[in-house]
């Protein structure tokens, strides 16, 4: 996408979740999912959610080609609205019934599953954007997810760095992270006995908020 074909698409995807979900109304049922910060009133918070999930893409887009992606702790499954028309289908895993309900709706060829009964050497791309540091067992889902990578598969993570200008930024945007189990940097250090990684991005350039990896499987 163009800055434009960018800036067009995050204004239609506010307007649709806004539509669609009370984030701060309901602020107890949606803290725990990307929403809050995708419609956030403050433009920066809300740009930098945005940014991180096209960086996803194309960090994901040099390393592998297209073909089924899941989507771990999928939200209501933004990414999905971002991938290009070749990375389908689209699978997900989402506990949480409220953010899969309205993914449902806005994503009808969607595929949930389980992370056990996904299929495995099924993936060219498995995302886990800013979902497993709020597991304490993400080590364990790290070892879960490699089966379902096809072979030349990858595994895309995301997540917040956790440094003084990121929690200050949360406080700055009214959010806290009492529902964080670690932070990216555990979660890397874990998933190198499992995977090679081959690309490493902070979002956004020259403030590293978030880390975006590639990894390829041992």
Not at 21 to 45: L, M
Not at 194 to 218: D, M, N, Q
Request: net charge negative; aromatic share 10%; charged share 25%.
């Amino acid at each position: 996408m163009t800055l434009r074909e960018r800036l067009d698409h995050v204004r239609e995807r506010r307007r649709a979740l806004t539509a669609s979900i009370d984030a701060f109304g309901q602020f107890e049922t949606w803290e725990e999912t990307c929403v809050p910060s995708y419609v956030h009133p403050n433009p920066a918070a809300a740009a930098v959610s945005w940014w991180r999930l096209f960086a996803a893409v194309s960090a994901a887009k040099a390393h592998t080609r297209w073909g089924p992606v899941l989507d771990f702790g999928a939200s209501v499954g933004e990414l999905a609205h971002v991938l290009p028309a070749e990375a389908r289908p689209y699978w997900f895993i989402e506990q949480e019934e409220p953010a899969a309900k309205v993914l449902a709706s806005m994503v009808p060829d969607a595929v949930r599953t389980t992370l056990e009964e996904a299929p495995e050497g099924r993936f060219a791309a498995v995302f886990a954007l800013d979902s497993l540091e709020h597991n304490p067992n993400y080590g364990e889902l790290l070892d879960a997810l490699r089966p379902k990578l096809a072979p030349s598969g990858i595994l895309v993570l995301s997540g917040p760095t956790e440094n003084a200008l990121y929690r200050l930024g949360r406080r700055i945007a009214g959010f806290d992270s009492h529902y964080h189990e670690t932070n990216i940097h555990a979660i890397e250090e874990r998933a190198a006995s499992t995977y090679e990684r081959v690309a490493v991005h902070t979002v956004p350039i020259g403030v590293p908020l978030f880390r975006i990896s590639v990894w390829r499987g041992r």
